[in-house]
């Protein structure tokens, strides 16, 4: 187990379970997001999301859920991801042990075939949990959006007196619409099940503040760790996956190598084909001046000497 990072910003290289074991202590956790393996078959980096059957990959998530409660703060607000077919179980165990507030659906489009003989899924289930549902944070105006009602369509609302136009902002309901992240995005980065930051901003700027602690047991490509220092929050990140690692350690300017390594972020296909040819014309451009002056030069020296 290697540990990168600051004071700030926190990276464990290494097995979830061991790591909370190990390196997080109790009730030191502000606000907790989980997007652990789903358990069907996604590749991360040559390691198969798979487990020999459900009951395996239960246990071994019942393992962590119990452990993040433990590193949960007695204030603090707990988020989790799974597929839709184990959310249920992730539920059940969860209710009896916190309180879930929200079941909120990620809802995203998609420019592809989902389906053929069935319905596709769009979307990915979160559960919103809270130690405290009479004592933990919610900042409200952090995350409002438009009202469609007032800011919109400008309806007046005649109950009161005087009528007057309805709110302009709310709440969002548990329907989040966000697309995923795509290859042409700038925030993408080489993992297969990388979350938008947009997703990522609005739970930390509801549940947590400036200064406080997020932890994320399944760090993937950091986007938790990044949105958390982009608002000035801290972080604790683990990841098994050592070329993930270093996308946490570019991603929030830690170091600049690793294992005596620069640190690039790689570069699409497309980025590399027009590399490529800027460089090509760059070539082209510094050369071709020095073709016109040795062509000159070759040609002043067949010329006849002046009488």
């Given at each position: ?35 652990p393996p789903y358990n069907i078959g996604k590749n991360f980096n040559g390691h198969k999301d798979r487990w020999e ?47 879930v507030l929200s079941r909120i659906v990620w809802y995203y489009d998609s420019s592809g075939v989902q389906a053929k ?191």
């Amino acid at each position: 187990m290697e540990i990168f990072g600051n004071k700030c910003h926190k990276i464990i290289h290494g097995n979830t379970v061991d790591a909370l074991t190990r390196e997080v202590k109790d009730s030191s956790a502000d606000l907790i997001f989980i997007d652990p393996p789903y358990n069907i078959g996604k590749n991360f980096n040559g390691h198969k999301d798979r487990w020999e059957n459900d009951s395996d990959y239960l246990e071994w998530s019942y393992s962590w859920l119990q452990l993040c409660i433990k590193k949960l703060k007695p204030t603090g607000s707990l988020y989790v991801m799974t597929s839709t077919q184990f959310m249920p179980y992730f539920d059940i165990f969860l209710r009896n042990k916190l309180n879930v507030l929200s079941r909120i659906v990620w809802y995203y489009d998609s420019s592809g075939v989902q389906a053929k003989n069935y319905f596709g899924s769009l979307y990915e289930p979160i559960l919103f949990c809270v130690k405290d549902k009479n004592n933990y944070t919610f900042n409200v105006d952090e995350i409002l959006v438009d009202a469609k009602t007032g800011s919109e369509r400008k309806l007046i609302d005649y109950r009161k007196d005087p009528p007057q136009v309805y709110n302009s902002k709310k709440v969002p309901g548990n329907v989040w619409e966000f697309p995923r992240v795509r290859y042409r995005m700038d925030e993408y980065e080489s993992h297969p099940t990388q979350k938008p930051i947009a997703l990522l901003e609005r739970i930390i700027k509801a549940s947590s503040r400036p200064g406080e602690t997020v932890l994320d047991p399944f760090a993937g490509s950091f986007t938790t760790a990044y949105v958390s220092q982009q608002l000035g929050r801290k972080s604790i990140s683990i990841e098994l996956q050592e070329d993930y690692i270093k996308i946490g350690l570019r991603r929030l300017n830690l170091s600049d190598e690793y294992k005596g390594k620069k640190l690039i972020k790689e570069l699409k296909t497309y980025e590399e084909i027009r590399l490529n040819k800027e460089q090509l014309l760059l070539f082209e451009k510094n050369d071709k001046p020095y073709l016109h002056r040795k062509n000159k030069k070759n040609t002043e020296k067949k010329l006849p000497k002046s009488k």
